[in-house]
């Protein structure tokens, strides 16, 4: 699975939009990118993932872009309770295993 | 769903104990993740398993560690002896299938342990 490089940390004020980064240059063809978060003391949470196009649901929006070695997930309006780190991970692909490899993340802090 | 259930939530206990750890699976899911999260070493894959049966275990930390599933829906993972350095908290996962290009692992709560 591709490796990923993420910021470790960033700063957002409440009701502003959250936009986290990813870099993922190495990303292989069929591979997804996952995003998860983990508020503290907490079990990871998924948020969303995409392939080619960009995704939306509930809780963000993921932007991949074209060449799709990087990509941006958006918390549109955040909230005290989006503080957590944010994990960027891709995975799949023919060597698919079901793994998650998690890096150090980025720690997002929203402020009020 | 209730979700991944994981118990005990805290366990304390002394160098040399026997620790089990549990973990019920989301209904219908066919897949099992065991994680260790600690300050120096992040959220490490520890073993998973898919239909009962032990994919792989590379992440395990050495022979005092074993992990079961005696059935579909349920798993443990045992540490024997436990030591000092074993303190972490401990998390399963689960998912609907193996082999798929995109799955989601559903987290539970975890278990803090501390080995004094």
């Known amino acids: 699975d591709a490796k990923t490089t993420q910021p470790p940390s960033m700063d957002c004020a409440e009701g502003r939009a959250a936009n986290l980064p990813c870099n993922h240059s190495t990303i292989s063809g069929n591979e997804y990118v996952y995003w998860y978060r983990q508020i503290h003391s907490q079990g990871p949470q998924y948020i969303i993932h995409?392939?080619?196009n960009n995704e939306t649901n509930e809780m963000a929006s993921l932007i991949i872009t074209e060449d799709r070695k990087s990509s941006t997930l958006i918390l549109p309006h955040a909230t005290l309770r989006d503080t957590a780190v944010y994990y960027c991970i891709v995975r799949g692909g023919s060597s698919n295993t079901g793994k998650l490899i998690f890096g150090q993340g980025t720690t997002l802090q929203v402020k009020p | 769903d209730a979700g991944v259930i994981q118990s005990p939530r805290h366990e304390v206990t002394e160098m040399g104990q026997e620790v089990t750890l549990r973990c019920k699976l989301i209904s219908g899911h066919n897949s099992l993740f065991w994680y260790r999260q600690t300050m120096m070493r992040g959220l490490e894959l520890l073993i998973y398993f898919n239909n009962n049966v032990p994919i792989d275990d590379s992440g395990m930390p050495e022979d005092r560690f074993s992990a079961k599933m005696p059935n579909a829906s349920f798993s443990t993972l045992k540490i024997q002896p436990s030591e000092p350095r074993d303190s972490a908290v401990y998390f399963c996962?689960?998912?609907?299938?193996?082999?798929?290009?995109?799955?989601?692992?559903?987290f539970g709560p975890g278990t803090r342990l501390t080995v004094l």
């Open positions: 995409g392939l080619k």
């Open positions: 996962a689960s998912s609907l299938e193996l082999g798929i290009s995109a799955d989601t692992q559903y």
